[in-house]
C-alpha cells in the first residue's frame, strides 16, 4: 500500500503563500496520479488540483486557478502545492491522495490518502 506524508500547512495572512508538498512511499510512484483535496469546517471533500503520472495534464478548481499550482517530482516521488495570495475561505484541511488511474478527478478513483495538513488564512 502506498503511503503518503503532507507537510507544509500552517498560519498565514491574507495575501501570502504556502508550499505544501506530499512524498509517497514506493518506486512506481509515476503510475499514479495524484491529487489534493480540501475539506472545510461544515463542508464536503472536494478536489483543488490533479495532476497526472507524468506531468503533462492538469486540473484546477475555478476558485484557485491562476493563485495555485500543482506540481510533481517523480524522482523525489513528491507532489506540491503552490498556493500563492490567500484568502480566508481557503482555509481548510488539505489532503493529498494517489490514484492508480492515468488521470482523473473523481475522488472515487483515488485510491490512497494522506492524513491531512492544517491551512489557515487569516484576515
Known amino acids: 500500500q502506498v503511503q503518503l506524508v503532507e507537510s507544509g500547512g500552517g498560519l498565514v495572512q491574507t495575501g501570502g503563500s504556502l508550499r505544501l508538498s506530499c512524498t509517497a512511499s514506493?518506486?512506481?510512484?509515476?503510475?499514479?496520479?495524484m491529487g489534493w483535496f480540501r475539506q472545510a469546517p461544515g463542508k464536503e471533500r472536494d478536489i483543488v488540483a490533479g495532476i497526472s503520472g507524468a506531468g503533462g495534464r492538469m486540473y484546477y478548481a475555478d476558485s484557485v486557478k491562476g493563485r495555485f499550482t500543482i506540481s510533481r517530482d517523480n524522482a523525489k516521488n513528491t507532489v506540491y502545492l503552490q498556493m500563492n495570495s490567500l484568502k480566508p475561505e481557503n482555509t481548510a484541511v488539505y489532503y493529498c491522495?494517489?490514484?492508480?488511474?492515468?488521470?482523473?478527478?473523481?475522488?472515487?478513483?483515488?485510491?490512497?490518502w494522506g492524513q491531512g495538513t492544517q491551512v489557515t488564512v487569516s484576515p
Open positions: 514506493g518506486r512506481t510512484f509515476n503510475s499514479y496520479a
Open positions: 491522495a494517489a490514484s492508480s488511474s492515468y488521470y482523473t478527478t473523481s475522488p472515487d478513483e483515488y485510491d490512497y
